[in-house]
């Protein structure tokens, strides 16, 4: 498929930044951050997204002129409850939760302003990809691919 677009995570260390661009990643996520993490991915020349679970964590990056950043482990670390609270001291971070979300709950997660997507691996499910059953895979994908269709990113 020449026109996906692959990325690569959790990468976790400059080691791994490097491996992954060199193999031609497009885009890092990392569950987290740290100040050896942030300037290798920084400096990778692709997007990233540095992970935070924290309110502390979302004001270190925003420091550091980061903006957009991995809300993880989204259900776990208060779900949109939580982003919502976010919203109001923080407007400019924008996030993209993961963790725990699935298709009944992206919408949700979706309807909040400071939610830019959401990343899940529900359309991959374990079974599925033992039995090599990409049609079950596909047909997940296609029953999701109504969030991107203006929702997921924007």
Known sequence: MPEAVVGAGSVISPGQVTDVVVAGARFLVSPGWTDVLLPAMRGSGVPF?????TTSEVVALLERGVREMKFFPAEAAGGTAYLKSLAGPLPQARFCPTGGIGPASAPDYLALPNVACVGGSWMLPQDALAARDWGRV?????EDAKFSAGETCR
């Open 138 to 142: 596909e047909a997940l994908a296609r």
């Open 49 to 53: 997204l540095p992970g935070v679970s």
